[in-house]
C-alpha cells in the first residue's frame, strides 16, 4: 500500500463561519487553525495547503478567562534600539479587536510559506456583517468549536 499524497486537482474548499461571541480565545483559536490547515479532512497532506477558508465573526465579543483582558500583554519591534512596544489586550480589543483573533490564530499556525498561506484564508469581522454571503459559508460543526 502507497502513501495517499494529495494533488492539487483532488482539494476542494468549503467557506466555514464562526460566531466567536462568547467563545474563549484559545479553544476557538486552535479550533480555527485546526480547521485552515485541513487536519479535519480525510486527505490531508502535511506539505501542501488542503484547509478550507474560515470567516470570524464578531471577534470583539471573544472572551478572555481569568485576568487576560489586564494581564495580557502583546509586544511588537519597530527593528530599531528602543523600539519595543507592548499593549494591553484590553487596549487592542478598544482599537481593533481583530488583531487579538488574528495573532492566536497565527500563533498556532506553522512558522513558515505554509502557515502564511493557510493564514490568508482566515477573515476576521469585528461585527456581526461580512461580505461573504456570495461563498455560501457553513456553520462549523458543533464538535469543532469549543463552547465558553
Known sequence: MKTFSAKPSDISRDWFIVDA???????LA???AYILRG???????????VGDHVIVINAKHVKLSGKKEDDKVYFSHSGYLGGLKSTTAKEIRSKN?????EKAVKGMLPKNVLGRECFR??????EESHPHAAQKPLPLPSQ???KA
Open 21 to 27: 461571541k462568547d467563545k474563549t480565545l484559545g479553544r
Open 30 to 32: 486552535s479550533q480555527i
Open 39 to 49: 487536519k479535519h479532512k480525510a486527505i490531508f497532506t502535511p506539505h501542501m495547503i
Open 97 to 101: 479587536p481583530i488583531i487579538i483573533v
Open 121 to 126: 484564508h482566515l477573515k476576521v469581522y469585528a
Open 144 to 146: 469543532r468549536v469549543a
